[in-house]
């Protein structure tokens, strides 16, 4: 029995795989080869997974913030009465389209119809005012998928003095004119203009639309600019 105990006979003791000195030494063993491979290629394999992950879930908060910001609007409109008017002066920035329309002849009364639509993050911001009998209206939209409508009715005589422009999107932003006797002055850049039976001063860039040449005779254009159906002279 001497013989199989390796520390009576003098030889090396038999080694317990399952004692922390033994442990210990397999973790220091150099690791062959296939291991090396193997450890290399589950590595390799967490880290696709870990950005395969990460793409997922940007696309899916991109599709929700897309959502949010270009599907989910709301509207409201409301409508507004200015005693006293005689002339009107309007400043328009962004998606905001404006008819004026002549109605009454020798009445000192403007109306404003307003149709909002607004983000989640941003309303359309008007500011109006009534100094001397002239109105005063500012509208701004400063998300770009907002929009606004407005229908300003007034007499006919009244005075008319608009700026606008829409840098976002060309040619969203549209001044209709219609029936208007009075002095009518327009600058748009970039726009739409349209006239109808109103005659028109100012400058466009964009597109100008009128039903006669007289009417826009005087409004004048950078190179290019559309003149629509009826041509006239810039």
């Given at each position: 029995m001497s013989g199989l105990n390796g520390e009576e006979s003098g030889g090396s003791p038999i080694p317990d795989p399952d004692s922390p000195a033994e442990a210990a030494a397999g973790e220091n063993r150099p690791v062959s080869g296939g291991g090396k491979v193997r450890i290399w290629f589950a590595a390799l394999l967490r880290s696709a997974f870990a950005l395969v992950l990460t793409v997922v879930i940007l696309a899916i908060c991109g599709g929700v913030t897309d959502v949010v910001l270009h599907v989910t609007r709301h509207g409201s409109s409301n409508f507004t009465v200015f005693a006293g008017i005689t002339a009107v002066d309007v400043v328009l920035d962004g998606d905001v389209s404006l008819s004026v329309v002549g109605q009454t002849e020798g009445g000192s009364a403007a109306t404003l119809n307003a149709t909002d639509t607004s983000t989640p993050f941003d309303d359309?911001?008007?500011?109006?005012?009534?100094?001397?009998?002239?109105?005063?209206?500012?509208?701004?939209?400063?998300?770009?998928r907002c929009a606004v409508d407005l229908t300003l009715t007034l007499n006919t005589n009244d005075q008319v003095s608009i700026v606008a422009g829409d840098a976002l999107r060309l040619n969203d932003g549209v001044v209709d004119l219609s029936g208007i006797d009075g002095q009518t002055d327009v600058q748009i850049a970039p726009g739409k203009l349209i006239a109808t039976n109103t005659i028109v001063t100012g400058a466009v860039i964009g597109v100008v639309e009128c039903d006669t040449d007289v009417d826009c005779r005087g409004v004048a254009t950078a190179p290019g600019t559309d003149r629509g159906t009826s041509a006239v002279d810039g």
């Amino acid at each position: 029995m001497s013989g199989l105990n390796g520390e009576e006979s003098g030889g090396s003791p038999i080694p317990d795989p399952d004692s922390p000195a033994e442990a210990a030494a397999g973790e220091n063993r150099p690791v062959s080869g296939g291991g090396k491979v193997r450890i290399w290629f589950a590595a390799l394999l967490r880290s696709a997974f870990a950005l395969v992950l990460t793409v997922v879930i940007l696309a899916i908060c991109g599709g929700v913030t897309d959502v949010v910001l270009h599907v989910t609007r709301h509207g409201s409109s409301n409508f507004t009465v200015f005693a006293g008017i005689t002339a009107v002066d309007v400043v328009l920035d962004g998606d905001v389209s404006l008819s004026v329309v002549g109605q009454t002849e020798g009445g000192s009364a403007a109306t404003l119809n307003a149709t909002d639509t607004s983000t989640p993050f941003d309303d359309p911001i008007r500011s109006t005012s009534v100094i001397g009998g002239t109105l005063y209206l500012t509208e701004t939209c400063p998300d770009s998928r907002c929009a606004v409508d407005l229908t300003l009715t007034l007499n006919t005589n009244d005075q008319v003095s608009i700026v606008a422009g829409d840098a976002l999107r060309l040619n969203d932003g549209v001044v209709d004119l219609s029936g208007i006797d009075g002095q009518t002055d327009v600058q748009i850049a970039p726009g739409k203009l349209i006239a109808t039976n109103t005659i028109v001063t100012g400058a466009v860039i964009g597109v100008v639309e009128c039903d006669t040449d007289v009417d826009c005779r005087g409004v004048a254009t950078a190179p290019g600019t559309d003149r629509g159906t009826s041509a006239v002279d810039g």
